[in-house]
C-alpha cells in the first residue's frame, strides 16, 4: 500500500513535472512570437527597404542626401552621365558616396524603347530599337568605368532606363548578369528572400503618393518579410514623377523610427546579402 502510494506520488511528480514544462515552453513561445529561423530574415528585421532615386537629379544632391544623411540612413542613386545634375555637380557625386551611399549604374545616355506607348520623348539616337547588343555593353561598361573614377568602387548595382531589358527584340540581362550582382527593374512587387530575382528586382514608382500610403507599402513588407524598393524621381520637384518633401520625409521618419524592424540598406548591400543567405544554404 505504501509502495502503491510512493509510486502513484512519483507518477503525480512527473506529471507535474511534465505540465510545467511544457507550460514554461507555451510561455517563452508567447513571449517571443517572432523568434525563429526565418521570422527576421533582413538582416535580423521583418523586412528590408531600399530607397532608390533615379537619374542624377539636383534636388537629389539638395534636398535627399541632407535629410538621408540627418537620420543615418544610406540610399542608392542611379546616375545617368548625361543628365545635367550629373555633369555640373560631379564632386558632389563623389562627396555621395563617401557618405556610404551607392552611385548605380543607369548607362550614360538612358536608352529606352522609343516605340512603346507614351515613349514620344525618346530621342530617335537612344532608342533602343537602334541599338545593338554591342553599343548597350559597351555603354554600360563605360558608364560603370566613370562611376569608378567618382566613388574608387568596382561593385554596383544597375538599373535598366525605363525598365527595358531588350535592345530590339534580344534581351541584354544576360549581359547585365555578367556585369552586376543584381538590377533594379521596374515592376511594382514585393519579394521575399527565398523568392526574389536579383535582375528583375521589383519598385514601386513614386508619384504624387502620400507618406501614409508609402508607410503601409513598408508596413506591408513587414508583414510578407519582403524587400520593398521605393522608385523616386522628383522629391519636392524637378520631374513629372514626383513625390514632396513633407510626404518624403514622412516616410524616412517611419523608417528611422522602425529600424529595429526595418532594414534600410543600399541595393548593393541587399544585393550582396541575398547572395551570402543562398550560399549559406
Ligand atoms: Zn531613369
Given at each position: ?14 506529471q ?8 514554461a515552453i507555451?510561455l517563452?513561445?508567447a513571449a517571443?512570437p ?24 539636383n534636388?537629389h ?9 540627418s ?18 555637380r ?9 557618405e ?6 543607369h548607362?550614360?545616355y538612358h536608352?529606352c ?46 538599373a535598366y532606363p525605363?525598365?527595358?531589358r531588350?535592345?530590339g527584340?534580344?534581351s ?6 555578367r556585369l552586376f ?8 512587387k514585393?519579394?521575399?528572400?527565398d523568392a ?5 528586382i521589383?519598385?514601386?514608382?513614386i ?9 503601409r507599402?513598408v ?23 514626383n ?5 518624403h520625409?514622412?516616410l ?6 522602425t ?9 548593393l548591400?541587399?544585393?550582396?546579402y541575398?547572395k ?5 544554404r
Amino acid at each position: 500500500m505504501l509502495m502503491k502510494s510512493n509510486r502513484t506520488l512519483t507518477e503525480c511528480g512527473w506529471q507535474a513535472l511534465l505540465r510545467c514544462t511544457v507550460l514554461a515552453i507555451c510561455l517563452v513561445a508567447a513571449a517571443h512570437p517572432v523568434q525563429g529561423q526565418n521570422a527576421r530574415p533582413w538582416n535580423g528585421r521583418l523586412c528590408a527597404v531600399v530607397l532608390t532615386y533615379d537619374d542624377a537629379l539636383n534636388v537629389h544632391l539638395d534636398q535627399v542626401v541632407p535629410v538621408l544623411d540627418s537620420l543615418g540612413l544610406k540610399g542608392t542613386f542611379y546616375l545617368s552621365g548625361f543628365f545635367p545634375g550629373f555633369k555640373a555637380r560631379i564632386k558632389e557625386w563623389s562627396a555621395v558616396a563617401r557618405e556610404g551611399h551607392e552611385l548605380g549604374n543607369h548607362t550614360l545616355y538612358h536608352p529606352c524603347e522609343g516605340k512603346a506607348a507614351g515613349r514620344e520623348w525618346v530621342p530617335p539616337d537612344y532608342d533602343l530599337n537602334r541599338y545593338t547588343l554591342r553599343r548597350i555593353v559597351d555603354e554600360v561598361v563605360m558608364a560603370s568605368a566613370m562611376l569608378e573614377a567618382i566613388d574608387g568602387r568596382t561593385l554596383r548595382t544597375f538599373a535598366y532606363p525605363c525598365g527595358d531589358r531588350k535592345v530590339g527584340d534580344t534581351s541584354y540581362v544576360g549581359e547585365v548578369m555578367r556585369l552586376f550582382p543584381g538590377a533594379r527593374g521596374v515592376q511594382g512587387k514585393m519579394q521575399t528572400l527565398d523568392a526574389i530575382d536579383l535582375y528583375d528586382i521589383g519598385s514601386y514608382m513614386i508619384s504624387g503618393q502620400s507618406g501614409e500610403e508609402m508607410i503601409r507599402l513598408v508596413k506591408e513588407g513587414e508583414a510578407k518579410h519582403a524587400l520593398v524598393v521605393f522608385l523616386f524621381h522628383g522629391v519636392g520637384g524637378e520631374h513629372a514623377l514626383n513625390v514632396s518633401l513633407p510626404d518624403h520625409w514622412k516616410l524616412l521618419s517611419f523608417l528611422k523610427e522602425t529600424e529595429k524592424d526595418v532594414w534600410v540598406a543600399t541595393m548593393l548591400d541587399v544585393c550582396k546579402y541575398v547572395k551570402e543567405a543562398r550560399e549559406s544554404r
